[in-house]
């Protein structure tokens, strides 16, 4: 069975930093390219961060870039986020996504409260 | 950026009726090499994450209710409810993973009428 699962989140100040990690199995995970998408609760579902298969290339929205690294690590099927300089509107359910399995296939998410 | 356009933003239907949700990108999502429409539907209730119901534009999810459909290509999609149920209350998002960013639409959210 393909799963996702992620951890990592929690409370965290303002400025500081969190990284979540997104467990894969079921599947070939060095295979696919993945995604973090976020959700403030109540409101819509917005695309945060890619990687490719290998790590070597990554992509970020402009509202994370310079504060958030995406990275994988293969020989443990785990995708990461590090989360620097967080901000208050940082504060969302963060999923991790693949799409290159014929159907896309999401976590159950993780959530981030950024609060002092 | 591919803009995804959900319409109605909310929705009221009585058990048993069709529930239809229309979705507009703002480019063409269709991937010519596979000739697939690279557009998902997820359902998402209150307190869980999206649950795929729909990819490539008109395939079902394996274990979803053949109620559910999707039809549409190239830049206009629709996802029908054939008859709507109690448990489908929820909010309803169609997604284009044709390119970077993902977008998604702005959901819609159905409820019993």
């Known amino acids: 069975e393909v799963q996702l699962v992620e951890s990592g989140g929690g409370l965290v100040q303002p400025g500081g930093s969190l990284r979540l990690s997104c467990a894969a199995s079921?599947?070939?995970?060095?295979?696919?390219?993945m995604h973090w998408v976020r959700q403030v609760p109540g409101k819509g579902l917005v695309w945060v961060s890619r990687?490719?298969?290998?790590?070597?290339?990554?992509t970020y929205a402009d509202s994370v870039k310079g504060r958030f690294t995406i990275s994988r690590d293969n020989a443990k099927n785990t995708l990461y986020l590090q989360m620097n300089s967080l901000r208050a509107e940082d504060t969302a359910v963060y999923y991790c996504?693949?799409?290159?399995?014929?159907?896309?296939?999401w976590g159950q998410g993780t959530l981030v409260t950024v609060s002092s | 950026d591919i803009v995804m356009t959900q319409s109605p933003d909310s929705l009221a239907v009585s058990l048993g009726e069709r529930a239809t949700i229309n979705c507009k990108s703002s480019?063409?999502?269709?991937?010519?090499?596979?000739?697939?429409?690279?557009l998902a539907w997820y359902q998402q209730k209150p307190g869980q994450p999206p649950k795929v119901l729909i990819y490539?534009?008109?395939t079902r999810e394996s274990g979803v209710p053949d109620r559910f459909s999707g039809s549409g290509s190239g830049t206009d999609f629709t996802l029908t409810i054939s008859s709507l149920q109690a448990e489908d209350v929820a909010v309803y998002y169609c997604?284009?993973?044709?390119?970077?960013?993902?977008?998604f639409g702005g959901g819609t959210k159905v409820e019993i009428k």
């Open positions: 480019q063409s999502i269709l991937y010519s090499s596979s000739n697939k429409n690279t």
């Open positions: 997604q284009q993973y044709y390119t970077i960013p993902l977008t």
């Open positions: 490539w534009a008109s």
């Open positions: 990687i490719n298969s290998d790590g070597t290339g990554t």
């Open positions: 996504a693949t799409y290159g399995l014929g159907s896309p296939c």
């Open positions: 079921g599947f070939t995970f060095s295979s696919y390219f």
